[in-house]
């Protein structure tokens, strides 16, 4: 599979996927999208990339804990669950409002995007993990 | 700040302090000690800050909404009761954690000890101070999986682990019943607060009258006596002695046995008042108090005699709470109240020099010491101080608080009228016989006597003042509470005591009082105390040839031959359910959704195949079923794993595409993901292990496979054909709802994304536990390989 034919469009698209997988990411409360496909779509990338050029070869210069990714994930996920407590309401209780931002015009912010990043990073960490482990040779 | 507040914090600060602890120890380094002590201490001071207005009488209770549908609400309750238990834990947490910089070598594994530690003390303190049920029950179960982890520290020694599992097992299994037992109280009046109950006449009332009293007690209590370890419960503290030194002092003297204490403290003014509740704590009570005092003699390890005798005064505490009767429901609270805190300061003192003698000895074993005052004079003079707390001598705490005990004994007695005037005050007394002969023994076998000619190091001295310093506190306290025993009546027992019976109570504590019923049996007991003494030796042999000749006679060997029992049948069941080939599961999975969709589909559904199809499909999409059904085919008939997976793969895009000509592009997107993703893990999978089919399919088998496949095909398409005709009328559509509400109530346009992290958020958090814990699965099962190899 390490063609230099992949191994070129895996180095175009690398940069691209992210973005787009970020963009998922923050377009989901409105458009199709959301954490976990984000997630998914950042994953698969990167799965890509450790094909295309080796595992052991990617690690030499970018090895991050991926188990790390998804313990922040869940942390992140689980805080916004409780932040409402410490304002007094209800354990999961969501709110959203809309700021004013120059050259974006109105943006909304909503404690739920908080969650979908708490998702997004698990799904990356959990299925880097699943992979770099399965994948590894040792 | 005001009180909830100031409690708030104390009781999450551990928590979160403990969470960067490991963070702090690349800094600190070994000192890591005294940051865990500095975090005590800061819990201690945010607790004392909500003192004053508690020992003034009042009471303070406040409420965050958690689940309030469920009636379940984050709600600290603070009062006497409560207070008094915060400053118990938070103090000697301080206490033991200073200790813990002297005690632990710094060769152990100090982040993860002094982070147990914390843990441990959080949810202590949010037990004591928990207003709602499940609340407490929750904080309760923390203190049990903490003490597990804090017992069995010392992973590698079996006997580590066999206490650690005991305690876990009896401890956490009690909250169960606990948890049963709340659950019944709630189903009778309607509520999880404890306050509410406590302070409404006609909902107690009601609980007494009702049918399901005693049920409700009987489960409350199990989950007390197991984890104060009275009864037949007692088994799992002599084997937690395993735990380092300090952590048995903190957890298994002075705060986590006392759980149990607090809980029925915490109950009493809901269950007292009644026969049941005099029979069944009182009993229980004086049976342990009679049985461990006794059990104690036999003990060689100094901790394990210290086990023992912890067991023996919750006893005692258990039985003053247990002391009531129709008109006066708390004959022995002020007693026992007092008595707890006594007990706190001298157990855990002794446990220290427990400690320090284990630690500058190198044996626990007390029949190979001896005549060590010489050396240790500093270490005798606290134990002797402790020791003769425990054994009731004046002008010492213990003394005035077992003055108290024998006292409410005899008035208990007395109101139960008849052969009980008698038979309560002289149990009362044979208890303190027993405490009296084995506090002695502790400092006869260790200090006094002769030095033994070997078995110990030859130079041994006072350890540094690290070790020493909270020990001669406790000792401090000893005195002080005994000299002055208007400073801890007035500022704890008082309040605590009001806030059980519900009404101002004023306590006359006094070391002297003139020649009453309680001082002669004080005279008895000394007397008898020493002729028991004297006999010491004789009864530990004959408690010995007893066990050996009668070992079924022990509720450990029946803890253990249930234990041994249960892996025996527990690893027949998995072997049985659990056979390997991954098909076996398939098959099991496919049969049951037969069942489960066939047999509602049968009943709800006017007719099988609804009669008025809509065959009318684009002939795009036909093709697209097509090729479906082609690579579906390609997948089972194919004989190599490359293309077979390519076949599956290839049918899971075209999924994703029928998903875009169906109008529903999250879904598109998602399994277009997956589906890559899943194929490149597959063919990393499959190119380790050989390319071909080697197993050769029987016809029988195939045929069988044939079958349950067609017959699970059917029911699904049956079910679909069923589903597009719309919703079948019992049932309702649940999507109106979204549709409706997820503009105006999460501020989001895709319903999808709003139901996934808003509607349905908690269960998300669920999923995204279980992606986490896939990938620790995963890990694991692939480096266990490699240790096999």
């Known amino acids: 599979m390490t063609t230099l034919i992949t191994k070129t469009i895996t180095k175009i698209c690398l940069p691209l996927v992210i973005l787009f997988s970020i963009s998922l990411l923050l377009a989901g409360h409105n458009n199709p999208g959301g954490g976990f496909i984000g997630g998914v779509m950042f994953a698969s990338i990167i799965a890509l990339t450790y094909v295309a050029y080796g595992l052991d070869h990617i690690r030499s210069f970018f090895d991050p804990d991926w188990t790390n990714w998804f313990g922040l994930g869940l942390f992140l996920a689980a805080a916004t669950a409780f932040v409402s407590m410490a304002f007094s309401y209800n354990f999961f209780r969501s709110a959203f409002g809309f700021v004013h931002i120059p050259l974006f015009g109105e943006v909304e912010l909503a404690s739920a995007a908080v969650f979908d990043v708490g998702v997004y990073l698990v799904v990356i960490g959990g299925l880097l993990s699943i992979f770099t482990n399965v994948g590894d040779d040792k | 700040m005001d009180s909830f507040t100031a409690i708030t914090i104390a009781v999450f600060l551990p928590f979160v302090l403990a969470g960067i602890l490991p963070a702090v120890e690349k800094v600190l380094k070994d000192k890591i000690g005294w940051y865990a002590s500095a975090v005590a201490l800061l819990s201690l001071l945010l607790i004392a800050q909500a003192a004053p207005e508690v020992i003034h009488g009042e009471t303070i209770q406040k409420s965050i909404q958690w689940l309030p549908s469920l009636g379940i609400n984050f709600s600290f309750y603070i009062d006497g009761l409560s207070v008094m238990f915060g400053f118990i834990v938070s103090g000697i947490g301080v206490i033991i954690m200073s200790y813990s910089n002297g005690y632990m070598s710094k060769k152990e594994d100090l982040p993860r000890y002094y982070q147990q530690l914390l843990f441990f003390m959080g949810s202590m303190l949010g037990m004591v101070f928990s207003a709602n049920m499940i609340q407490l029950f929750i904080f309760w179960e923390l203190t049990s ?3 597990f982890m804090l017992i069995g520290y010392w992973r590698n020694r079996p006997m580590s682990v066999y206490g650690a599992t005991k305690s876990l097992l009896i401890t956490a299994a009690g909250g169960l019943f606990m948890l049963a037992g709340f659950l019944v109280l709630n189903a009778i009046t309607g509520t999880f607060d404890i306050p509410t109950i406590m302070n409404n006449e006609s909902i107690r009332e009601l609980l007494h009258g ?17 984890k104060s370890a009275q009864g037949p419960f007692y088994i799992w503290l002599p084997n937690a002695m395993e735990a380092p030194t300090p952590v048995s002092a903190f957890l298994h003297s002075a705060t986590m046995v006392k759980a149990g204490i607090y809980l029925i403290a915490r109950i009493h003014p809901i269950f007292s008042g009644t026969d049941a509740w005099f029979i069944m704590v009182s009993g229980v009570g004086i049976f342990t108090m009679l049985l461990a005092g006794f059990l104690a003699f036999r003990q060689t390890d100094i901790k394990g005699i210290l086990a023992y005798s912890t067991i023996s005064q919750l006893a ?3 039985t003053m709470y247990g002391y009531t009767t129709h008109h006066e429901p708390g004959i022995g609270v002020a007693a026992a109240t007092f008595h707890l805190l006594n007990h706190a300061t001298f157990k855990a003192c002794l446990f220290l020099v427990a400690g320090i003698v284990a630690h500058e000895t190198a044996t626990r074993d007390i029949t190979k010491m001896g005549g060590l005052r010489k050396e240790m004079p500093i270490t005798f003079i606290i134990a002797s101080i402790g020791a003769l707390s425990m054994a009731g001598i004046p002008p010492l705490n213990g003394f005035l608080s077992k003055e108290m005990f024998y006292e409410a004994s005899v008035e208990m007695g007395h109101l139960l009228g008849g052969p009980y005037s008698i038979l309560i005050p002289a149990l009362a007394v044979l208890g303190g016989v027993f405490t009296f002969a084995y506090s002695i023994k502790l400092i006869d076998g260790i200090f ?5 000619s070997k ?3 030859d130079h041994i001295h006072d350890p540094s003042m690290v070790m020493l310093a909270p020990a001669i506190f406790l000792v401090f306290l000893i005195i002080l509470f005994g000299v002055v025993p208007s400073i801890p009546v007035h500022n704890f027992i008082e309040p605590t005591v009001s806030g059980i019976l519900l009404e101002e109570a004023h306590l006359h504590v006094k070391l002297w009082h003139g020649i009453t019923p309680p001082f002669i049996m004080t005279i008895v007991t000394f007397a008898v105390g020493i002729l028991t003494y004297t006999k010491y030796g004789k009864i530990a042999e004959w408690q010995n040839r007893f066990n050996a000749r009668f070992p079924w006679i022990s509720v ?3 803890y253990d031959a249930t234990v041994e029992n249960a892996k025996d049948v527990t690893s027949k069941f998995s072997n049985r359910m659990q056979p390997g080939p991954i098909k076996t599961y398939i098959t099991a999975l496919l049969l ?10 049968v009943l709800l559904a006017p007719t099988l195949i609804p009669s008025d199809l809509n065959f009318d499909i684009p002939a795009y999409e036909v093709i697209i079923y097509l090729f479906m059904i082609i690579a579906a085919l390609g997948a089972a008939v194919l004989r190599k794993y490359l293309p077979a997976v390519i076949a599956l793969s290839g049918l899971g895009y075209l999924v994703g595409l ?4 169906l109008q529903a592009p999250d879904l598109a997107l998602t399994q277009v993901l997956v589906e890559t993703l899943a194929t490149i893990i597959f063919l990393l999978a499959i190119a380790r292990i050989p390319q071909k089919f080697r197993e050769h399919i029987p016809s029988k088998t195939l045929a069988r496979d044939i079958l349950i496949s067609v017959a699970v095909s059917s029911v699904i398409f049956i079910m679909l054909i069923n589903a597009t005709q719309g919703i079948i009328p019992p049932f309702e559509s649940v999507s109106h709802y979204f549709i409706e509400k997820s503009l105006p109530l999460a501020g989001g346009h895709n319903i999808v994304n709003v139901i996934l992290v808003d509607f349905r958020g908690y269960d998300t958090l669920g999923e995204i536990a279980v992606i986490s814990l896939a990938g620790f699965g995963v890990y694991n099962l692939v480096n266990s390989r490699g240790e096999d190899e």
């Open chain 2, 145 to 147: 999986i903490t003490s």
């Open chain 2, 316 to 318: 005692y505490l258990m």
């Open chain 2, 448 to 452: 006094l006597g002769k030095r033994p």
């Open chain 2, 658 to 661: 029928l998903f875009i000509y």
């Open chain 2, 455 to 457: 078995g110990l190091p």
């Open chain 2, 556 to 558: 450990n060997y029946y």
């Open chain 2, 210 to 226: 009702h049918e399901l009293f005693l049920i409700t007690l009987i489960l409350i209590f199990i989950g007390a006596a197991s």
């Open chain 2, 592 to 601: 049951l959704v037969i069942i489960l969709f066939t047999v509602p589909a």
